[in-house]
């Protein structure tokens, strides 16, 4: 599957522009782009990317502009917004435009000349696993735990996260290192977070983690990541959806859950479709949240395996079913964002048949599984074996030979022994972009590199095989040119 960002040119202008009205605290006569620390602003699948780099690493207004930058982009409609911190290259004055440093001049003050500041805390920050201890799994199903790690205090701030974000959690078994991503499935608490696993046939990883892991046990997790979900605001007032099958219901309940205890007079519409009542994930949690919010919360169960007395609540969430529902029990014209997550048939056909049925496309917010391993990419894999690619690292070249098994190049050097960044290996953390500096490749999937990014020829190496011969893929590079 090909996603690869683009950009409506209209909307861009309209996002620097409000951009452009977001002051400096510590110099209030200039802007956030008057300084030049906004460094892009790219639609990127459903939602906006917002390339941001602070004046220097650690600055304390920076929380504040972050802040600043999500409440212009959410009042205006575009959400949902991601912001990447880039802190290479460091920002200097000489971004500043020509206009600005004459208002700088008339306020006081000088641009000192190129003062490059070089700490870059939150780049590391962004992929980096800390050993957390176990607090407790708990059984949500047969199939599916939620595990609850304990969050220590000097790490609260780096294990804060929006709802519908996701942790990835690293182990090795036998002689093989894996990495999973599991979507955060509860609201924020204090000193704690956590992630729901359903075990998955064949699953190495699920089901290691369903049956072995433990209260105590120290596991590696990184901070967490993703661009799907939704920051609610206490001023807010809207009405929303949630489509969810199977285990795409995890994220919903941090969004759901957190949206109502925040948003006083907003109201969530829940769509859940599971086989029969005893394979449903999060039965009680769900329960909790309909007692607590009974007016606000409408929650429409359906199940394709258990007889039911109404015809209506029986099957599965496709288009037909969800045309039966605007017929009878949903007016999905009153909805002002909908989140999606599940099976990517039911995916497309919940996308498709909302559009049909006149929510904006900007509106809709789609969170896709991992899908290692997908038909097409084996396919290309075959077209791809015995290809040398050549990988730098560390300033040091490694040739890679591709083989039928290869489903990408990051996979290729994990198996010749590179030690590559990685976490998802599904497209959608970037964990493992890297720049193409010779040859093509082709990608299987992009969640979550932006426009410029692809266009300055960087590629997430998990997705990516050669499609020429010496090929050239650099892990160091860092710059836009
Ligand atoms: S490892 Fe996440 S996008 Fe490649």
Not at 273 to 298: C, E, I, V, W
Request: hydrophobic share 40%; charged share 20%; glycine share 8%.
């Amino acid at each position: 599957m090909q996603h690869l960002a683009t950009i409506a040119p209209a909307d861009v202008r309209q996002i620097w522009a409000l951009l452009g009205q977001i002051p400096d605290p510590e110099v209030p006569v200039l802007t956030i782009t008057d300084l030049g620390m906004v460094r892009s602003v790219a639609q990127q699948g459903e939602g906006w990317v917002i390339g941001f780099t602070p004046t220097y690493s650690g600055c304390p207004a920076t929380e504040h502009l972050l802040g600043e930058i999500r409440r212009v982009m959410t009042e205006n409609g575009y959400t949902p917004v991601h912001i990447v911190l880039r802190l290479d290259p460091p920002w200097t004055t000489d971004w500043m435009s020509p206009d600005a440093r004459e208002r700088l001049r008339q306020y006081g003050a000088t641009a000192a000349a190129n003062p490059l500041i070089t700490l870059n805390v939150f780049e590391v920050a962004m992929t980096t696993f800390h050993s957390l201890t176990v607090a407790k799994v708990e059984p949500e199903t047969r199939d599916a735990v939620t595990i609850t790690f304990a969050v220590p205090d000097a790490l609260q701030s780096a294990y804060a996260f929006r709802p519908g974000q996701h942790l990835t959690l690293k182990t090795r078994l036998g002689n093989e290192e894996l990495r999973r991503c599991y979507s955060i499935c509860r609201g924020a608490r204090p000193g704690e977070i956590s992630v729901a696993v359903k075990a998955i046939d064949g699953g190495r990883f699920s089901n290691y983690a369903r049956q072995e892991i433990k209260q105590g046990m120290a596991l590696e997790v990184m901070v967490p990541q993703g661009l799907f979900g939704y920051q609610p605001q206490a001023d807010r007032r809207g009405n929303y959806l949630a489509i969810a099958a199977g285990s795409g219901i995890t994220p919903m309940l941090a969004i759901v859950e957190t949206t109502l205890g925040t948003e006083a007079d907003s109201q969530f519409t829940v769509i859940y479709g599971n086989r029969s009542s005893q394979s449903m994930m999060f039965r009680q949690a769900l329960a909790d949240l309909k007692d607590r919010y009974p007016t606000r919360l409408q929650l429409v169960c359906l199940f394709s395996q258990e007889t039911l007395d109404s015809d209506l609540l029986y099957g599965r969430i496709n288009g037909e079913k969800l045309q039966e529902l605007s017929r009878t029990l949903i007016n999905f014209s009153q909805f002002d964002e909908a989140f999606i997550c599940g099976p990517a048939a039911m995916m497309d056909e919940a996308e498709t048949t909302l559009l049909a049925l006149g929510m904006p496309k900007k509106t809709l917010h789609l969170e896709r599984f991992n899908t290692p391993g997908s038909s097409v990419r084996r396919a290309a894999s075959v077209q791809a074996q015995g290809q040398t690619v050549t990988v730098r690292q560390d300033g040091r070249d490694r040739q890679v030979t591709l083989t039928a098994d290869d489903e990408s190049i990051l996979d290729a050097a994990l198996r010749q022994g590179a030690d590559l960044p990685y976490a998802c290996k599904g497209g959608v953390c970037a964990t493992c972009k890297c720049k193409v500096l010779r040859g093509n490749v082709s990608m299987a999937t992009n969640y979550s590199l932006e426009a410029d990014e692809l266009a300055a020829g960087y590629v997430l190496s998990c997705q990516a095989l050669p499609i020429t011969p010496d090929v050239i893929v650099d892990f160091d590079a860092k710059g836009m040119a």
